[in-house]
């Protein structure tokens, strides 16, 4: 759902999708003109719409520099494939976000002038189906996938204040996604299975829930999303309202955990269960897809790197249920990933069912277990009490301050040492306010002030002390 912009050219005319900060004097038809360098705004460009075309590293620097020559508005171009459009928040000068496909109807376009349009539309969303950076990952300390799920939470059009709507986005917006499909599909099932008890009925909505949950490919590595960043994939209330089949595994859940694995070879059993009476043989078709954490020098990133994706399978239900047996021997890629990954590594991936080979995926079941030793991970430092014959400690002296941070350099009381302190803040936020999409003033700053320290030096005040015991110096 996204406000947008009426344009018309020299050739032709449109609409553009646009998600805008405010509209505040954006009420009559208006020239665009367009920025290439985010400090070159000229007197030609008052009362105007300023294009610019990359997303600059200060946009509160740049929207000072527009507001000096009296710009109407400022449209960035998002040219971050991979970034959908954000919107712009705090502030009373119009800012909005256009992608970099639409950008091209209005720079190819000769002159143009644009009209804002109050309605909103719906658009499709090319980054729609992207895991957020930010999102949390599992495990949970019993190495269970984590989340069980994930749904639609950024840039959710939703109610604001003083009677008007605005975009919000976390878990607040994704949970009553989740729950308000969560309730049509008891009210469903509650009309074609009367005979259940609420406990059944609640216990057979989530396993539905979770095994038709559609798994998220991410786009830059052409690889699913590991288990333990999006669960069982995005909800899908079509898929979920129209479902034939869940898949749970030995103990009715709809997740797997492998736990440490001692070797690549998998071996484990997932089963099939139809929702509907089956009168006559019934063929499916199954796929196994895995993947492990990739890895980028010697450290790991939050992507998925491709491990090995199996041919599909049929096999034959006869019944209501079936037990299917999964094997899968990664061996011939151990060697590889034991000398990129010597501490051990995580083996994700999905069991994925079809109908008809040319159909949708119709549901799936996630997987995840460690090779290695998990509980014995290395995860800190070395100690200092390690450090004998090695450097110490205290770092050397310091006369002056070098590092000019006399705000962070703390003395307690007068004691023997000095430290260099800095604070916690999430790493999304602190982007946003270095690109001044967050103000100085907000309390998201300030949301982690925990203090970090970053190392600790010997007092540089030359003192003397005299220490007195039974009348002895």
Same mark, same amino acid.
């Given at each position: 759902?996204?406000?947008?912009?009426?344009?018309?050219?020299?050739?032709?005319?449109?609409?553009?999708?646009?998600?805008?900060?405010?509209?505040?004097?954006?009420?009559?038809?208006?020239?665009?003109?367009?920025?290439?360098?985010?400090?070159?705004?000229?007197?030609?460009?008052?009362?105007?719409?300023?294009?610019?075309?990359?997303?600059?590293?200060?946009?509160?620097q740049l929207i000072e520099n527009a507001k000096k020559v009296t710009v109407k508005a400022i449209l960035i171009i998002n040219n971050r494939e991979s970034q959908r459009n954000f919107h712009y928040p705090y502030s009373d000068f119009p800012v909005g976000l256009i992608s970099k496909k639409h950008s091209q109807l209005l720079l190819n376009n000769g002159k143009i002038h644009l009209t804002f349009n109050a309605n909103y539309r719906l658009y499709k969303d090319p980054n729609g189906s992207q895991m957020l950076p930010e999102s949390s990952w599992g495990?949970?300390?019993?190495?269970?996938?984590?989340?069980?799920?994930?749904?639609?939470?950024?840039?959710?059009?939703?109610?604001?204040?003083?009677?008007?709507?605005?975009?919000?986005?976390?878990?607040?917006?994704?949970?009553?996604?989740?729950?308000?499909?969560?309730?049509?599909?008891?009210?469903?099932?509650?009309?074609?299975?009367?005979?259940?008890?609420?406990?059944?009925?609640?216990?057979?909505?989530?396993?539905?829930?979770?095994?038709?949950?559609?798994?998220?490919?991410?786009?830059?590595?052409?690889?699913?999303?590991?288990?333990?960043?999006?669960?069982?994939?995005?909800?899908?209330?079509?898929?979920?309202?129209?479902?034939?089949?869940?898949?749970?595994?030995?103990?009715?859940?709809?997740?797997?955990?492998?736990?440490?694995?001692?070797?690549?070879?998998?071996?484990?059993?997932?089963?099939?269960?139809?929702?509907?009476?089956?009168?006559?043989?019934?063929?499916?078709?199954?796929? %196994?897809?895995? +993947?492990?954490? &990739?890895? =980028?020098?010697?450290?790991?990133?939050?992507?998925? $790197?491709? @491990? /090995?994706?199996? !041919?599909?399978?049929?096999?034959?239900?006869?019944?209501?249920?079936?037990?299917?047996?999964?094997?899968?021997?990664?061996?011939?890629?151990?060697?590889?990933?034991?000398?990129?990954?010597?501490?051990?590594?995580?083996?994700?991936?999905?069991?994925?069912?079809?109908?008809?080979?040319?159909?949708?995926?119709?549901?799936? %079941?996630?997987? +995840?277990?460690? &090779?290695? =030793?998990?509980?014995?991970?290395?995860?800190?430092? $070395?100690? @200092? /009490?390690?450090? !004998?014959?090695?450097?110490?400690?205290?770092?050397?002296?310091?006369?002056?301050?070098?590092?000019?941070?006399?705000?962070?350099?703390?003395?307690?009381?007068?004691?023997?040492?000095?430290?260099?302190?800095?604070?916690?803040?999430?790493?999304?936020?602190?982007?946003?306010?270095?690109?001044?999409?967050?103000?100085?003033?907000?309390?998201?700053?300030?949301?982690?002030?925990?203090?970090?320290?970053?190392?600790?030096?010997?007092?540089?005040?030359?003192?003397?002390?005299?220490?007195?015991?039974?009348?002895?110096?």
């Amino acid at each position: 759902m996204s406000q947008s912009f009426d344009y018309s050219g020299e050739t032709y005319s449109g609409n553009i999708p646009v998600t805008m900060s405010t509209t505040s004097g954006l009420d009559k038809t208006i020239p665009l003109k367009v920025l290439t360098d985010t400090n070159s705004f000229t007197a030609d460009m008052a009362n105007s719409i300023v294009l610019v075309k990359e997303i600059p590293q200060n946009i509160k620097q740049l929207i000072e520099n527009a507001k000096k020559v009296t710009v109407k508005a400022i449209l960035i171009i998002n040219n971050r494939e991979s970034q959908r459009n954000f919107h712009y928040p705090y502030s009373d000068f119009p800012v909005g976000l256009i992608s970099k496909k639409h950008s091209q109807l209005l720079l190819n376009n000769g002159k143009i002038h644009l009209t804002f349009n109050a309605n909103y539309r719906l658009y499709k969303d090319p980054n729609g189906s992207q895991m957020l950076p930010e999102s949390s990952w599992g495990v949970t300390a019993e190495g269970h996938i984590k989340p069980d799920i994930v749904a639609p939470g950024y840039d959710i059009f939703s109610a604001g204040e003083k009677n008007k709507y605005t975009y919000l986005s976390g878990t607040s917006m994704s949970v009553p996604q989740v729950a308000g499909i969560m309730n049509l599909l008891i009210d469903h099932l509650q009309k074609i299975h009367p005979s259940l008890t609420k406990v059944q009925r609640l216990e057979l909505a989530k396993q539905i829930m979770l095994s038709s949950a559609s798994p998220l490919v991410d786009k830059t590595s052409n690889t699913y999303y590991s288990p333990r960043q999006q669960g069982v994939g995005a909800i899908n209330a079509d898929k979920a309202l129209n479902a034939k089949y869940i898949v749970t595994d030995k103990n009715g859940q709809s997740k797997i955990n492998l736990q440490s694995l001692k070797s690549t070879q998998l071996s484990f059993s997932v089963n099939v269960q139809s929702l509907r009476p089956t009168k006559s043989p019934k063929t499916l078709y199954y796929q %196994i897809t895995t +993947s492990t954490d &990739k890895v =980028d020098g010697s450290h790991f990133t939050h992507q998925s $790197e491709k @491990i /090995y994706d199996s !041919k599909w399978q049929s096999l034959v239900m006869t019944g209501d249920t079936l037990q299917v047996p999964i094997q899968l021997d990664l061996e011939r890629f151990t060697k590889h990933l034991d000398a990129t990954r010597p501490n051990g590594y995580f083996i994700d991936g999905f069991v994925h069912f079809k109908e008809n080979l040319n159909d949708q995926e119709a549901f799936s %079941i996630p997987f +995840s277990g460690f &090779k290695g =030793d998990f509980t014995n991970l290395p995860a800190l430092e $070395e100690p @200092i /009490y390690y450090l !004998k014959n090695k450097e110490s400690f205290y770092k050397t002296k310091i006369i002056d301050n070098q590092l000019n941070f006399n705000h962070s350099l703390d003395e307690s009381n007068g004691n023997h040492y000095t430290v260099l302190t800095s604070h916690e803040v999430p790493y999304f936020l602190s982007q946003d306010y270095k690109n001044g999409i967050l103000p100085e003033e907000s309390s998201f700053i300030s949301e982690a002030p925990r203090k970090i320290v970053l190392g600790a030096f010997d007092h540089y005040k030359e003192e003397n002390y005299q220490i007195k015991w039974d009348n002895q110096k």
